[in-house]
């Protein structure tokens, strides 16, 4: 009896199954018992144990069945100063850690990204998506994040985790120089870039992200506005052939749907002329918004050489009366100085000159 009331005082066997599925360390509840040497330690697969001894980390067991002895808990042996066999019971914290990965996480960016697009010009972005994140070093994760905490869910960290997310998706997308048209077809390339700027500190707390994604980058709604109306511009094309179209259509209807012929075809020819005056208003329109013809070329103008001396430039318009076909000319363009009557620009000015003058008596 006395035997039996203090073996019960000893806890012999050691093991954690999770049936939350959202826990991620969890204290093995010892009621005060001390742990027997040569107890059992069965640790499951996506499982680390953590024996925490006088308030210090200790050794760590991964997957497998132990026999808590002095030969495979090293640490546990240095800081107590056992001797090899030491068979006395006891006292130690032990933290099951889970290590499996815990996904369909979600984030968001609260506030709009503000960034320079290359088309929009200043720009501001929404985004979200769903991580995963597991435990991949449970030292540092214990002393990190856990600290005591007994039962500690991924609700605890979720919101840590999301600030650190969103805070390198604002980065990326703000230095990806990405058109935010075009970044629907690059999530895949921009969740790599952000997964690999995270790594780092993440690593810091022992913690790893197999899987990130990035499910939507959505415009503010006024943009999107903006840009439906001018996706349907680009749609309707031509205005003026899709009013004469919607007129057309609208008077097939009208012919075809009233039960009254007479008032079908008095609604038909209204909507006829109403289409005709639409396309005589659209010809006004563009008769109206026709080009300008081109300015007229700009006119040459000519240097005169007489008696050693040179006059000019005078525009080919004042010359008539000033020159003979033997007057010197010269102009931008030509070889050197030639008689004005050897010029063929020049030969419309002496078409109508009279001959000279008769003698005198």
């Known amino acids: 009896m006395v035997f039996s009331f203090l073996k019960g005082q000893f806890i012999d066997v050691i093991e954690w199954t999770d049936s939350s599925r959202n826990t991620m360390v969890h204290r093995f509840e010892r009621y005060g018992n001390s742990i027997m040497f040569g107890a059992k330690l069965t640790v499951r697969e996506g499982q680390m144990a953590v024996f925490i001894h006088e308030g210090q980390l200790a050794d760590v067991f991964g997957p497998g069945l132990y026999m808590l002895e002095t030969n495979n808990m090293p640490l ?31 984030w968001g960016t609260q506030n709009p ?16 998506g769903s991580y995963a994140i597991r435990v991949q070093d449970p030292v540092p994760f214990m002393r990190e994040i856990v600290g005591t905490d007994g039962d500690f869910t991924q609700e605890k960290i979720a919101g840590q985790i999301r600030n650190i997310v969103v805070q390198k998706v604002s980065r990326v997308l703000a230095a990806s120089g990405i058109p935010a048209l075009d970044m629907a077809a690059n999530t895949k390339d921009l969740s790599d870039v952000v997964t690999k700027a995270i790594t780092p500190t993440l690593g810091e707390y022992g913690l790893d992200m197999p899987e990130f994604y990035i499910e939507n980058i959505s415009l503010p709604p006024e943009v999107e506005k903006v840009l439906d109306q001018r996706t349907s511009m680009g749609i309707v094309g031509d205005l003026n052939k899709f009013t004469q179209f919607s007129a057309a259509q609208a008077m097939q209807k009208a012919a075809e749907g009233g039960s009254d012929g007479g008032m079908g075809a008095g609604l038909g020819a209204g909507m006829g002329m109403g289409m005709g005056m639409a396309m ?3 010809m006004g329109q563009q008769a109206a918004t026709a080009p300008p013809p081109p300015p007229p070329a700009a006119e040459p103008m000519w240097h005169i050489a007489e008696n050693g001396q040179t006059r000019g430039p005078f525009a080919q318009s004042t010359l008539r009366g000033q020159i003979t076909r033997e007057t010197l000319v010269w102009t931008e ?29």
């Open 113 to 128: 990204v503000m960034l320079r697009d290359p088309e929009f010009g200043p720009l501001r972005l929404r985004a979200f």
């Open 76 to 106: 546990m042996t240095a800081l107590q100063h056992w001797d090899h066999g030491f068979n006395s019971p006891f006292k130690s914290e032990i933290y099951f850690v889970n290590t499996r990965r815990f996904a369909g996480l979600k």
């Open 280 to 282: 005589a208003q659209g």
């Open 333 to 361: 363009g030509q070889s050197g100085w030639l008689k004005a009557g050897d010029v063929p620009a020049l030969a419309q000015l002496f078409a109508a000159m009279p001959p000279p003058p008769p003698p005198v008596g």
